[in-house]
């Protein structure tokens, strides 16, 4: 299965791995490797995570603060935001 990124998400997720490199040296790597973790989990299992609203997902990182909101489409799995778990719960919504 495919996956991509609204350009604000891939936004997001590039921003959160410079922000944790600068916090400290490997932990920019660390936070990649979760959420390329959890993008895995997603692929292997679309409908295991709760739906929020309409047909988002949220599958929520094991290490760090963040949830991947992500829909289920035809072609593969589009990934609305990386969203830090602290900002505004609906800040996403015009993206679908």
Do not use: T
Request: charged letters at 25%; proline letters at 7%.
């Amino acid at each position: 299965m495919n996956y991509w990124f609204h350009p604000e998400a891939e936004e997001e997720f590039l921003s959160a791995i410079s922000y944790y490199h600068d916090c400290q040296e490997d932990l920019g790597d660390d936070f990649f490797c979760e959420a390329q973790a959890a993008i895995k989990r997603i692929l292997d299992y679309p409908k295991a995570w709760p739906i929020l609203e309409k047909e988002v997902r949220r599958c929520l990182l094991n290490r760090f603060p963040y949830g991947i909101l992500y829909s289920i489409e035809p072609d593969g799995i589009f990934i609305i935001a990386v969203m830090p778990l602290k900002l505004n719960p609906g800040y996403w919504k015009y993206r679908v």
